[in-house]
């Protein structure tokens, strides 16, 4: 006879609730590290799937993911030239919010260097790649535009030609793709009140009519470098920083750039609330299973009367805050890999992390156990009389 199912069986409803309980609090800690993996990889996706060895960056700058960066759209011929370049790519990045249908969306704009680039490394699912370097673009299926679709970017519109899935910035915007000039023109918009009050602002300090706030040069935020097999990256990033004017950032470098300060306070932040959340958990099955126990002290002196070994009353209470901790994990576990996919941000829900918070419930319930077994080795057999 297992006296744990004996009695899970006879308190049955009381059980559930508590297994539901504790699975809703696994659920909460898995979410938590997923959401955290999620926004790392959507930091991440641009650097790991772009295919760039090297970015050259505004001189004494971190590049475009850390900080702001400018540097002439010119550069890239300056790196094209040296020797061990395989291939060179124009990169500009910004936020947008444009009307569509009586709604205001907001992307972050990715210019694609077209021809090199026509967005071959992007996740598309539907349509097509860009077939020109105007007016046309790719966009994430999260900001709600479909193919055909036209959305008006500065001063011209632009014809979705194709849908992407899980492009999106560290901030959970989705990518907008359209080519490095349409971006630069899209930046560099002005209204006709700022043109005149620039021409205005001119005429006053003595300088031609034409000069604006705004500067006119075209500036990209990065130029992407991809090297030949056989090339040294360190050779041709000594170079390129010889020039003085630009900075050079390898893959790695970026992604220690993300991970280490930018998503750092992030990171310490969802494991204090995980941590919490454990704690939390440890204390709920604690107190259920010393309940449970008190509860049965006058049936534990029963047994205890009648000859029961005291192994076998512990490992009924053992078992009762398995049960429980096991339950509630397999329905935690079930219940954010239903609900997980329809939240706004992306939550990962890794394997490994499955093994951890296993191996914690398991901790938090043998701790939660002995709380309930100390409390009935101290039952004597006497006290069935009381």
Known sequence: MNLALKDIRFNLTRFVLTATGVGFLIMASVGMVGLY???????????????????VVQGGRSGPFAEGSAIASSTDRRVEGLAGVAEVRRFVQSSQQFPFEGRDRRATLTGLDYPKDRGRWVNLVHGRLLNTGHHEAIADASIGLAIGDKVRLGLDDYTVVGVTHGMVDS??????FVSVNDAIAIAQRRSSEEVLLARAAGAVSGDRAGTSSVAQDSKIAAVLVRLDPAADPDRIASAIQQWGDVNVIGRDEQRNLLLDKRLWRLRVQILAFTGVLLAVMTIVISLIIYTMTVEKLHQIAMLKLIGARNATIASMVVQQAALIGFGGFTMGVTTAA??????????????GDIVVMLAAVAAICGIGSMVGVSRAMRVRAQEVLS
Do not use: H
């Not at 993996?37 to 970015?55: H, Y």
């Not at 239903?338 to 394997?351: C, E, K, S």
């Open 171 to 176: 901030l959970g915007d989705g990518l907008l």
């Open 338 to 351: 239903l609900v997980f996919p329809y939240f706004p941000r992306r939550v990962v829900i890794a394997t």
């Open 37 to 55: 993996r999620g926004i790392v990889d959507d930091a991440l996706l641009i650097i790991e799937t772009v295919g760039a060895d090297l970015w």
